[in-house]
């Protein structure tokens, strides 16, 4: 499938993702709190649909096809903003989640593990 994606938007894009099929990492934020929900990721008609249709879609790894999220489960990502960070290469997203981000059915995908943090000084 071609993208439509403007091709001035496409040229910033810096795509370096995993195995080399050009993939962008898409942090997904809620829109209201700043809370992080997930990470997906996005080639450029994923970008471009959800651009288009305000609807987060992505491509699956596991899979090699696009999802639309909440397609499925009903837990859908309306997206307010797309953002592009300032090296071209990451995404964010901010999002109204509705139900669950995660595939597990957790309200975010970092829910699970709370990591140990040494207990030696902080350096700002």
């Known amino acids: ?20 099929l050009g993939l962008l990492p898409a942090v997904v934020q809620q829109h209201d709190t ?10 450029e ?6 651009l ?21 489960s009903g837990h859908v990502q309306h997206v ?3 953002r592009l960070d300032c090296d071209g290469d990451t995404l964010l997203l901010r999002v109204d989640q509705v ?9 975010t995908c970092f829910d699970a593990d709370l990591l140990p943090l040494g207990t030696g000084p902080v350096t700002p």
């Open 52 to 72: 288009t249709t305000g609807r987060a879609t992505y491509w699956s790894r596991s899979r090699q096809e696009y999802w639309v999220k909440g397609d499925t």
């Open 99 to 107: 139900g669950a981000a995660c595939h597990t059915g957790d309200h």
């Open 45 to 50: 008609e994923a970008l471009q649909r959800t």
């Open 34 to 43: 700043g809370e992080v929900l997930m990470l997906g990721w996005m080639d």
């Open 80 to 82: 307010r903003e797309v």
């Open 1 to 20: 499938m071609t993208s439509s994606l403007d091709p001035g938007l496409a040229s910033r894009l810096k795509r370096t993702g995993p195995d080399s």
